[in-house]
């Protein structure tokens, strides 16, 4: 891993500021006003890390991490770390947009003390779930069928698929496996560690609807929250994504019940993190039981 750092801005001399964001691999033109926003207006100094020095944030960017690595993996660089410059930078966030290095941002973040490990040790709801690493692990799956077969890692729905059966689960493990090997460029999600599993299984709530929840908190508080609805897949037994409605059709309790479910889940973590700001895009499904939360991701949901 090397560095550049190129002169900090002359405008932002005159503001007394001392923040600084981590940026992880940003910097698509469509992000570029909350950028230059950002440093314009809001005076935070920008860090990258990122392959290459992109030209369309070189103006706004004080600094850049350059890991060559990070052009064919994901999060999985062994070992990752940070130039011992870089770690004692107090950075006041740490920001990914795409899903894809939403795990590299958490694991920076456990690196600079801004993450602690978050567990199904409270009193919260949730879909019974086991990982999977080998083939030799199906015969120890104790979940009930139907099940949902999903990648830990990646993103827009990529072998996510329903399973009935423990023969339907073999096949498919194996064909997922044999994707992810055929072209690991195309699945950079897949990069194989030691001893780390790269599926995973949910325990399905029938007759449930999925819908989405984008919060903005700050300070531990809900101060915008918005719920959407998820389009059914009619591809089954594959899940792929086609589209949604916001604002939802859901009932006026049913909404309810997600906010305080959404609460609960935040509470939780500022008890856990003490400081809890950010954007939060949590997937839940909806049934006569309640709502289930079966994802919390740290970006708004759509396409950015």
Not at 231 to 249: D, I, R
Request: with cysteine.
């Amino acid at each position: 891993m090397t560095d550049e750092q190129p002169s900090p801005l002359s405008d932002k001399d005159s503001l007394t500021t001392n923040r600084h964001l981590l940026l992880v691999l940003t910097g698509k033109a469509g992000q570029l006003p909350a950028y230059t926003r950002l440093v314009k207006e809001l005076g935070f100094w920008l860090t990258m890390v990122k392959a290459w020095v992109g030209k369309l944030m070189s103006h706004l960017v004080d600094k850049w991490i350059l890991e060559d690595s990070l052009l064919h993996s994901n999060f999985n660089l062994a070992p990752f770390s940070l130039p011992y410059q870089y770690q004692q930078t107090k950075y006041d966030g740490i920001l990914a947009y795409d899903e894809y290095w939403v795990e590299l941002a958490s694991q920076l973040g456990e690196m600079l003390g801004h993450a602690c490990d978050f567990l199904k040790t409270y009193s919260l709801p949730y879909v019974h779930f086991a990982k999977i690493h080998s083939a030799a692990d199906i015969d120890l799956i104790q979940l009930k069928f139907p099940l949902v077969f999903k990648p830990v890692s990646g993103a827009g729905s990529q072998f996510v698929q329903r399973v009935d059966t423990p023969a339907e689960l073999s096949k498919t493990f194996c064909n997922a496996i044999h994707g992810v090997q055929s072209d690991p460029q195309a699945y950079p999600w897949a990069v194989t560690v030691p001893d780390k599993e790269l599926f995973i299984l949910e325990e399905m709530v029938l007759d449930a609807e999925e819908v989405n929840i984008d919060l903005l908190v700050q300070d531990g508080q809900i101060v915008f929250w918005s719920v959407s609805d998820s389009f059914q897949t009619a591809c089954l037994p594959y899940f792929f994504e086609t589209g949604g409605k916001c604002p939802s059709c859901l009932p006026d309790a049913a909404q309810c019940a997600l906010y305080n479910l959404a609460s609960s889940l935040i509470a939780t973590m500022q008890k856990e993190l003490e400081n809890t700001n950010g954007c939060f895009h949590l997937e839940a499904l909806v049934s006569n039981s309640g709502p289930v939360p079966i994802e919390v991701n740290c970006h708004l949901g759509g396409d950015c």
